[in-house]
């Protein structure tokens, strides 16, 4: 997409470029270049207080939105070193680079961000500004590695370094490597960060507890007997349930803790023992939280009714996991999708077509948009659909387009399913067949038919049978002599709808009066009603 941008200059020259949103700020910089002759390295391209620096950045994003930018031309000494060090991939140049350079914050962020090593050519000055060097290490925390003493010292820095990467903590001092508050903001960050601390904190329980629950793998440098702890054990798993790959086989096989770890995490019973695997009540509280934990279950239990509908219960997919002999079970099968709906999509057994359809209107019949989970066959069996409609007329839009284009189905929903004409595609509402099959059910369908079908005669005369239907009605009807002729035989009552002239019109007058002899009010030497005001008198006037 092209897009026009005015460049705006500090001397107050303008300059109108067109570009790509699908360009990079690299490429912006070149057009302007070519337009202002003003280097690439050079320009400030800047929106209010925000500079575009990101070279790589496409225009849709850097632009967001604005058409006008504005150029601030660099000190070409600056521009120079800014390039200079945006290609130096070792961090040596700043070595090079006279004090004012090794102390300009632009020039100093781009080489600390490419190179670490290159802070140890910075000004003491601006290594001392914590506010400057803190975002840096918080980028970059290599920076710690190759920086003065002080710097590892300083808890602040560390602190930005380690909420970044955990393992910066390896460049920490000694001092801060006894801060258990910054280890534990390491862990937080990267497990691995342990392996930098001291030793002492893997044995240490109450430690370790801080740190399992706020990264649960910092269980892995957990010493053997802090890693039996039950407490511990949990509260890693609760963080992380992988975790539970480092919790000892001895609290495994503790049918107590088993209770508790099930719950949180279905690949506890995966680890644990046959004999725990074939405890029911294990299994059951291990299935009511994590339906598809039935897959590490026993083959007694796969097989056993109960335990399987509770998996299912909680996730459909469980039932893929049941033994053969519930499979061919067919008011398991039943049960199973009355409890979850879901499981219809993973019945996916040998069955005839039969039972299968059968199944499938069993869920439909049960519940909302079950036919969500049928398989697209069954989405394209009439009698599948006609069940689901008659429980939920929105499950039509479910069915198979197949189904959805055929004329003479959708009129038999109509009929068989009592559904509205609304919830049919919008090309079956402008189908006359349809359209008049529908007002035959429901007269007020008449709103959802397309305009012109409003505006058909034959169908109009079908729909004003209901009450419901006269306000749909095309109003340009209600001035045609034949059409109200034809419509007061129906109901006399029509008559105030129709045009003044066509209700002083006799043998209309008559044929209404003998429809419905309360209908002479409407008559034009009457009254002189509009056919709104008409509308709600016939609206409100009592039925007798």
Not at 258 to 267: D, G, I, R
Request: hydrophobic share 45%.
């Amino acid at each position: 997409m092209a897009v026009s941008l005015r460049i705006h200059q500090l001397s107050g020259v303008v300059t109108t470029v067109n570009v790509e949103l699908s360009w990079t700020v690299k490429k912006l910089k070149e057009v302007v270049e070519v337009a202002t002759s003003i280097p690439g390295i050079e320009q400030r391209l800047v929106d209010n207080c925000r500079e575009l620096s990101k070279s790589k950045e496409l225009l849709e994003k850097a632009l967001g939105g604005c058409t006008s930018l504005t150029l601030i031309r660099r000190d070409p000494v600056q521009a120079q070193w800014l390039d200079i060090v945006d290609k130096d991939y070792k961090g040596a140049s700043l070595s090079r680079a006279p004090p004012e350079i090794r102390g300009d914050p632009e020039i100093v962020s781009v080489a600390l961000r490419l190179r670490a090593n290159a802070v140890t050519y910075v000004t003491p000055m601006l290594l001392e500004d914590r506010k400057f060097m803190k975002p840096l290490i918080a980028e970059n925390p290599r920076i710690l590695a190759f920086s003065p003493r002080w710097m590892t010292e300083d808890r602040e820095l560390v602190l930005s370094a380690v909420q970044t990467n955990g393992c910066a903590i390896q460049f920490a001092s000694k001092t801060c490597m006894a801060d258990k508050e910054l280890i534990l903001h390491a862990v937080q960050s990267d497990e691995e960060a342990l392996k930098y601390a001291p030793f002492q904190y893997w044995a240490d329980a109450t430690f370790m507890l801080e740190a399992v629950q706020k990264n649960g793998m910092a269980l892995s440098f957990a010493s053997h007997e802090v890693r039996q702890d039950k407490n511990i054990a949990l509260a890693a798993i609760t963080q992380n349930e992988e975790a539970i790959t480092f919790v000892p086989d001895e609290l495994l096989e503790q049918r107590s803790f088993m209770l508790s770890a099930v719950k949180l995490t279905m690949l506890a019973l995966e680890r644990t023992t046959e004999e725990l695997q074939n405890d029911r009540i294990v299994v059951l509280t291990a299935v009511k939280c994590h339906g598809l934990a039935l897959q590490f279950a026993s083959t007694a239990l796969r097989g056993m009714r109960s335990v399987v509908i509770a998996a299912v219960k909680n996730n459909a997919e469980a039932l893929l996991y049941a033994s053969p002999e519930l499979w061919a079970d067919s008011d398991f099968i039943n049960e199973a999708m009355k409890e979850n709906v879901g499981a219809l999509q993973f019945i996916d057994f040998p069955t005839s077509e039969k039972t299968l359809q059968l199944f499938t209107i069993n869920a439909v019949r049960e519940h909302d948009f079950a036919l969500k989970f049928a398989s697209e066959y069954m989405q394209g069996d009439r009698d599948v659909v006609i069940a689901a409609v008659r429980r939920s007329p929105d499950s039509l839009q479910l069915a198979a387009p197949m189904l959805l284009e055929d004329s003479d189905f959708m009129i038999k929903i109509l009929r068989e399913a009592k559904c509205s004409l609304k919830y049919l595609p919008q090309a079956m509402r402008a189908n006359y067949d349809v359209v008049l099959a529908a007002v035959c059910e429901r007269g007020s369908d008449l709103k959802f038919a397309a305009a012109e079908l409003q505006a058909d005669p034959e169908i109009v005369l079908v729909a004003i049978k209901s009450f419901d239907a006269l306000q749909h009605v095309d109003q340009r009807l209600w001035s045609c002599p034949a059409f109200v002729l034809r419509a007061v035989h129906v109901s006399g009552d029509v008559l105030g709808l129709a045009a003044e002239k066509l209700r002083a019109d006799r043998p209309i007058v008559l044929a209404a009066v003998n429809s419905d002899g309360i209908s002479l009010q409407h008559a034009a030497h009457v009254s002189k009603m509009t056919p709104n005001l008409c509308w709600l008198q016939f609206k409100t006037r009592p039925k007798h």
